[in-house]
């Protein structure tokens, strides 16, 4: 009998175990934020992403597949600010079990810095005259489509997340949605929010020493989505080719842009994986100038993580100003 007894308290503890390791299921818009759950809840979650590589969020339209990714999700995890309104409507209400519906944890990363009063303020970052000022309308777009008026005269930027630093707060934030969604494992969320707050300090000092070590300061990116980025490491944006983002530029704008560039001390405009690179190879010839890589996005083969997309990102921002 004492046999059985301790057999079946076995049995409980494993029935106990199993049920307590069941990973908390988190779905992101976007590559960096899934990375971001990640980092924060290591094999106690599992994480999709609805944008695959090679899209861009200004431009994206959800598939039934990206419904099915959220059933169950019990944290949701989106930008805001207007970048991916195109996920509202298929987040989902919460998880059911037992009878019991948890409501999932919708986080908007972005409007919550911004109703916290964490985002930076990026009035009097724009570059003076004298060099290649081709930003002019760069941000706002003018397709008529309500979710992609975010930026200048729209609204508040969205590209936070290639601040560092602004994902030292999100990642906290995160870990703060799963105390509500799993409190058992509380203790496990903020160990891994602080391992994580870690790994973007060290981040941060990369890109300060990579800027530091570099004679100047001036970028020309595919589209306006660089500002975080620029003011927190000094970077000054020159010029943009994407007049609007995720629209390709005009001929006139084209014709003036290479004109500017040629000008400029530029050596290297950027391109981006979720966009041709056509157009940046064009203009690239035309003005003597090389194309480099920088990916607002990562997740894919050399960028797979946030950090190491972000890392990438640094060589490339000495390479163009080395
Ligand atoms: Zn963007």
Redesign the pocket.
């Known amino acids: 009998m004492k046999t059985v007894t301790s057999l079946l308290f076995i049995l409980f503890l494993f029935a106990a175990s199993f049920v307590q390791a069941a990973p908390v299921r988190v779905v992101a818009t976007i590559e960096p934020l899934a990375d971001w759950a990640r980092m924060v809840g290591g094999d106690d979650v599992t994480v999709e992403t609805l944008l695959a590589p090679g899209h861009?969020?200004?431009t994206y339209d959800p598939t039934p597949g990206d419904m099915r990714k959220t059933v169950e999700a019990s944290v949701f995890l989106k930008v805001g600010l207007h970048?991916d309104d195109w996920a509202d409507h298929i987040a989902n209400a919460g998880t059911s079990r037992d009878g019991v519906t948890t409501p999932c944890q919708l986080l908007s990363l972005g409007d919550w810095l911004k109703a916290s009063a964490l985002l930076p303020d990026l009035s009097g970052i724009e570059p003076k005259s004298g060099v290649v000022t081709r930003i002019g309308h760069a941000g706002a777009h003018d397709d008529g489509d309500e979710a992609h008026h975010h930026e200048e005269g729209h609204g508040t930027d969205?590209?936070f997340w290639l601040d560092p630093i602004l994902a030292q707060r999100c990642v906290d934030e995160i870990a703060r949605a799963l105390c509500v969604v799993a409190p058992e494992r509380a203790d496990c969320w903020k160990a891994g929010a602080a391992r994580a707050r870690g790994e973007l300090a060290v981040l941060d000092d990369v890109l300060s020493s990579t800027v530091a070590s570099c004679s100047r300061r001036e970028i020309a990116c595919f589209?306006d989505?660089y500002k975080y980025l620029a003011a927190r490491y000094g970077l000054i944006r020159v010029a943009v080719i994407e007049e609007y983002?995720g629209k390709a530029p005009g001929e006139r704008y084209l014709i003036e842009l290479v004109r500017d560039i040629k000008r400029s001390k530029l050596t290297a405009i950027f391109a981006e994986p979720q966009m041709s690179s056509r157009i940046a190879n064009v203009i690239a010839q035309e003005a003597g100038v090389r194309v480099l890589i920088l990916d607002?996005l990562g997740g894919t083969p050399g960028r797979e993580t946030y950090l190491k997309n972000m890392r990438a990102n640094a060589a490339a921002i000495r390479d163009a100003l080395k």
């Open positions: 861009s969020p200004h970048l969205p590209h589209h989505g983002a607002p």
